[in-house]
């Protein structure tokens, strides 16, 4: 613990670099999965095509995309960026086959009835199918945030400042504190963000809320009344 | 492109073929250790998560577990164990080992949990021991989602094997790591291709054996699945129905 109370800037400093690589990408990737999702769920070519192509961006491992990905866009190597991009690409690849699925788990009915009252397709997504299918997108973005939190410390290894550094700077130096200290930062901080996400899921879906209050008050109540 | 063509001339440069570091070896060395640590994994995860999945007990603290070495990163243990046990191969098989373990745990236990109560208990209803519903039943219809988690596995075990050369002199991330040192561009961008390359190529052949592994009778009565259907059950309609995956 001397080394944590010696080093409280440092920390605060790499914090601090460890949100502004990590929480863009995951703003960004449920921005830019929520089309393509749609896009994957309406077609049955694009779902194909967008899924395989999220599933193999998925696999390509993160040292060599961040090294990668300055030949392919100009980004330089050690910048912000460069780590933002490669975090997002990961994160809409994760977010693209929940948004389609969690789309595809609206009730049938509830859209036929939707368009049956008039809705068109644009006020059908908005009002309808997004909001419903809010649970399952949250659940994901909530895998995202904890992930991106993660792969954004492997930065560390090309120079990029994160909570990663803490790991590199420690191993080479031989500071077991140092590297124990990252570790515990990034979980906590992505406990923080993934509370930040459940705070704000709450905030956007309160009748998933009455619904699981209706559902435990049920639960409670339903061996008193089936006891003849 | 300039610089792709560096690297491509990198890759198909004679040089880059001989002696200890040579290409090949490099390939070797990272199929290998991906190979052994997804073997060492498999033999602790597989028969914990078959108990779990055949006696329904233990799953809340497998799946606390797991979420938490999830959430540890990669980078972190493979720093820590290094400390520990020193410069080698030592603490990347030690580390990457703990995280190859939860994908699989939760393959072999999420795949019994998806099989359909009505073939187990009809299993059981035949006269088939516990032995044989482990074997004959349980076993062959939670494959495809074992191999899922092996395959989850296998991708996190490549990609964190590169990141292993930091802490040992072994396997393709060895050439993104000198070439990170020597500013040699093509170098790192050759070996960062050949990485992406061989978890494209493990990614492939996993997804071939999980369709595979399919048993038959599975793959032949799964029903196409409905879109204009409705998701939930409804009242009067046999659940058998709604349900498209058994």
Sequence with gaps: MTWVWANLDLIWDRTLDHLILSVPPIILSFVIALPLGWLANRFRFSRGAILTASGLLYAIPSFPMFIVLPALVGTTLRSPLNLVIALTIYGVALMVRVVADGLASVDADVQRSAVAIGFSAWTNFWQVELPLSGPVLLAGLRVVAVSTVSLATVGAVIGAQSLGSLFTDGFQRGIQAEIITGIVATVLLALLLDGALVAAGRLALPWTRVRKAVKADARLRLPVEVTP | M??????????????????????PVRVLEHLGFTFLTLVVASAIAIPFGFAIGHTGRGRGLAVATSGGLR???????????????????????????????????????????????????????????????????????GLPLLIGGLRSAALQVVAT??????????????????????????????????????ALALEAVFATIQRVVVPRGVATTRLPVDRARSARPRPGMEPAITKGNP
């Design chain 2, 2 to 23: 300039n610089i792709f063509a560096d690297a491509l001339g990198w890759i198909l440069d004679p040089a880059n073929y001989a002696g200890p570091g040579a290409i």
């Design chain 2, 71 to 141: 959430a540890i990163p990669t980078l972190g243990l493979l720093t820590l164990v290094a400390l520990w046990v020193g410069i080698g191969l030592g603490a990347p098989y030690v580390a990457l080992t703990v995280l190859a373990i939860p994908p699989i745990l939760a393959g072999a236990y999420a795949g019994f949990e998806a099989i359909d109560r009505g073939a187990i208990d009809a299993a059981r209803a035949v006269g088939m021991s516990e032995a044989q519903v482990l074997t004959q039943v349980e076993i062959p219809l």
């Design chain 2, 161 to 198: 094997a590169t990141l292993a050369a930091y802490v040992a002199d072994f396997g393709l991330g060895r050439y993104l790591f000198s070439g990170l040192k020597t500013r040699d561009y093509a170098e790192m961008l050759g070996g960062s291709i050949l990485v992406i390359l061989l």
